[in-house]
């Protein structure tokens, strides 16, 4: 397996993107694919750049065991389009922002994560549902499916 380069993105990058890095980064260290799978995140808006992961999502994946670190959100950059192998979005509204950002030869690279899934649904946003424990269960069974595509060779 070639390095693959993951950008997970939400609209500030301190809620969904952030909880699914740290999800997929354990996901991965469990399967012993450190030195394969790259793993960040970002956002689709400028609302947040600079401040820390939300508090809640801080709290799940405390509670869930998930180790995380020092994270600042940061915004989606046209270098990420060419930088990344797959950019993820959570929701709709975020792969309108990611198509507006990114040149269009990127574009084949952007998918909603729940397609991984078999779902082409959006995940709901805890910062205006307050449901981290909804979100987590999403993201996870989104990061888990992703895993074992790119395992077996698939994008």
């Not at 805890?126 to 981290?132: A, M």
Request: aromatic share 8%; hydrophobic share 35%.
């Amino acid at each position: 397996m070639r390095m693959k380069k993951i950008l997970f993105v939400c609209h500030g990058n301190i809620c969904r993107s952030p909880m699914a890095e740290f999800v997929m980064k354990n996901l991965v260290r469990q399967a012993g694919l450190e030195g394969k799978i790259q793993v960040d995140s970002a956002a689709a808006n400028n609302d947040e750049i600079g401040n820390g992961m939300h508090r809640g999502t801080r709290a799940k994946l405390s509670e869930m065991r998930i180790p995380f670190d020092e994270h600042i959100a940061r915004k989606l950059t046209v270098s990420d389009g060419e930088r990344y192998d797959l950019i993820l979005a959570m929701d709709s509204e975020n792969l309108y922002y990611m198509r507006r950002i990114l040149k269009p030869d990127a574009h084949e690279k952007i998918h909603l994560l729940l397609e991984y899934a078999g779902e082409k649904r959006d995940i709901a946003d805890p910062w205006y549902t307050g449901n981290f424990d909804e979100t987590y269960d999403d993201i996870d069974k989104g990061c888990r499916a992703l895993l074992e595509k790119l395992k077996i060779g698939n994008k």
